[in-house]
């Protein structure tokens, strides 16, 4: 069973463990937030709102974010991600590859992970979602790693 590790580092929730590594807040603290203080860190209204949601559900024990390797066990806790208005597939597959390290996930929606298999397969028109998602089904159970690192091919500010 994994579970969603917020804050357990030395120096968590949201303390700096050194110049450059931040740890994540728990729900609890999200939750003692307000929509606005969420807003001046740079999240939209809609983000805001659905971090303020995701965070009260975990903290009323709702929502436990813990997955085992089981497929349906992941099946299950997706469908109850997206069932929160402003959470949507790449962000529960990002979340499932970063706190997770689940690697079967699939980002074949970004933009950038389709521009890179493009590039990667020589291809000069443009690569569909759907393409990709097929293209990197090729690559399971490493698929969500595969396309974080196609995403972050350009990138210079990292993922």
Not at 25 to 40: A, F, K, M, V, W
Not at 54 to 83: C, F, M, P, R, Y
Request: proline residues 2%; glycine residues 8%.
């Amino acid at each position: 069973m994994r579970s969603y590790n917020y804050g357990s580092f030395k120096g968590g929730g949201g303390k700096k463990v050194c110049s450059r590594l931040g740890c994540f807040p728990t729900p609890r603290q999200i939750i003692n937030r307000s929509e606005d203080e969420l807003r001046q860190c740079g999240f939209s209204v809609s983000k805001a709102k659905a971090l303020l949601l995701l965070s009260q559900l975990i903290e009323s024990g709702e929502l436990t974010l813990e997955i085992s390797d089981s497929e349906q066990n992941i099946q299950q806790l997706t469908h109850h991600l997206l069932a929160i208005k402003g959470i949507g597939m790449w962000t529960i597959n990002y979340a499932l590859l970063r706190g997770f390290n689940y690697l079967n996930g699939s980002l074949h929606g970004d933009v950038a992970v389709r521009r890179n298999i493009q590039r990667l397969i020589n291809q000069n028109e443009k690569i569909s979602a759907e393409q990709a998602e097929k293209w990197l089904a090729n690559f399971a159970p490493w698929k969500a790693l595969l396309a974080a690192h196609l995403w972050r091919q350009e990138s210079s500010a990292g993922y």
